[in-house]
């Protein structure tokens, strides 16, 4: 099979290929309008403010285990370029640091912390952490929470999709793309969410599923991988250090902390369903993972000088029969519309929850305004990472790691041991460390320390340093 490095994308696809692709997406908009019609079924939602801000947030806590399973797996896979460049680029690397690890932190969540968060009846992260410590730690998770979800990636990597397909530039793509979302995301709140969900879910997991197969189907099995692809991708490691790999293992560990993980375990009917669907999630995603994973390494044994952001999508539209390449692209694109959606109105959700004041919270439209703003907000950001979407990961993935994910484990650990000014004191002092490491010249072996270990550190002697402060001037004042 002749296996160009370059395409032109829309030559690629048939009319039998479009016809699937537009079926999907309208699916996916139908999906939404009955969940909305599902919604006005229930009289009590017209008349309760709360209950209408509850549904809003959580869908009123009713997610049964299919529909939780479907939202959670759904919601994690939206920067399918940025795994699959990194797959092409460093084989089982990818599967490692972007799966294995992830998976441990699920089963994690799953055991230790479902029933430990169960009790606070919280609607959001920010929310939790503030009954755990004290307002002044619950407004500053908040912000670490809108930045760690603003959905950089994922408009990065529907602007790289709609630019493939359509005259437009990258920043237009990204345009497009946000508003689209935006306006069905403003339509149905966290129903829409859910409901778009379910459809994008098989999808997503049937696409994938089909470039394996047709890869193996095409070329043959492992031998053909190892006979045309470096040694480096089937190691461990990919070529690197074994602490730029454990690096991403503290960045998988901040699923501890991520407030969409959160937002389903709060939305489900009870801390059993949350617990079954995680562990039904994280089977899901080991076969998801081994698709994109496999895949990628195929377009880089058959196509090595394609780009490598783009090459999972060239190597795929070429090995596809007619009417699968259209299946495909949909899947593609339902993977980042899933994440995309979720982060857009979480993100919308810590600014019109957790950031306003009282007086303003519960108003459906500041959450709408929010969404807006956080569309906007991304992707602005969007150019300012350059379309590198590993950059995006890399660096939110820090800040929330070493910053915010310490103190919230710690108070996991030892409940009441942690106060409000004490999360706030440690959780700040890891914010400066990682900004002035991350920007200064570092000679020597110090430039092998990556900026997360120096944040972990400076988070764990924060919290450390002012608890014995508080007892050293505890004791001088009872001794006075």
Request: glycine share 10%; aromatic share 14%; with cysteine.
């Amino acid at each position: 099979m002749n296996v160009e490095t370059t395409i032109d994308y829309k030559s690629t696809l048939t009319v039998t290929d479009w016809t699937i692709f537009f079926a999907i997406l309208i699916l996916t908009i139908s999906s939404v309008i009955y969940g909305q019609y599902r919604k006005k079924r229930n009289p009590n939602l017209s008349g309760d403010k709360e209950l209408a801000f509850l549904d809003l947030l959580l869908m009123g806590r009713r997610l049964t285990l299919p529909m939780f399973v479907a939202t959670l797996v759904a919601t994690w896979y939206g920067g399918i370029f940025g795994v699959t460049k990194i797959a092409f680029e460093q084989g089982i690397f990818n599967f490692i640091t972007q799966g294995v690890f992830w998976y441990i932190a699920y089963i994690l969540f799953a055991f230790f912390i479902i029933n430990k968060i169960s009790k606070y009846k919280a609607l959001t992260l920010p929310d939790l952490v503030g009954r755990m410590f004290g307002p002044y730690a619950g407004k500053l998770s908040a912000i670490f929470n809108f930045f760690n979800v603003l959905p950089i990636a994922y408009v990065i990597s529907l602007g790289l999709i709609i630019q493939a397909f359509f005259p437009v530039d990258f920043l237009q793509g990204m345009l497009i793309g946000v508003m689209i979302v935006v306006l069905y995301t403003l339509y149905g709140g966290f129903r829409a969410v859910v409901f778009s969900d379910i459809v994008q879910f098989f999808v997503m997991c049937l696409g994938v599923l089909l470039v394996l197969v047709f890869s193996i189907k095409s070329f043959g099995g492992i031998n053909f991988l190892k006979m045309n692809l470096p040694e480096t991708h089937f190691t461990l490691t990919g070529g690197e250090g074994i602490a730029m790999t454990l690096v991403w293992g503290f960045i998988a560990l901040s699923t501890l902390v991520d407030p969409n993980f959160y937002q389903r375990v709060f939305a489900a009917k009870n801390p059993g369903t949350a617990k079954k669907g995680i562990l039904v999630s994280t089977v899901i995603w080991v076969l998801f993972d081994i698709c994109t994973t496999g895949g990628a390494m195929y377009a880089r044994a058959v196509i090595p000088e394609a780009a490598s952001d783009k090459a999972y999508l060239i190597y795929a539209l070429q090995i596809l029969p007619d009417g699968i390449r259209g299946l495909v692209l949909a899947g593609i694109l339902a993977t980042i519309l899933s994440t995309l959606d979720s982060y857009l109105f979480i993100a919308g959700t810590t600014v019109s929850f957790d950031l306003m004041p009282k007086k303003l919270k519960g108003k459906i439209y500041i959450h709408q305004l929010g969404i807006i703003l956080v569309g906007i907000i991304a992707v602005l950001m969007g150019m300012v990472f350059q379309g590198n979407i590993k950059a995006v990961w890399k660096t939110l993935g820090s800040y929330s790691a070493s910053c915010l994910l310490l103190p919230v484990l710690y108070g996991y650990m030892f409940p009441k041991k942690i106060k409000d000014y004490q999360f706030v004191f440690a959780s700040l002092l890891g914010v400066i460390t990682v900004s002035i490491w991350k920007n200064i010249e570092l000679k020597g072996f110090l430039q092998n320390v990556d900026e997360l270990y120096m944040g972990i550190m400076a988070t764990s002697l924060g919290l450390a340093s002012y608890g014995l402060i508080s007892k050293f001037l505890g004791k001088r004042e009872s001794l006075k």
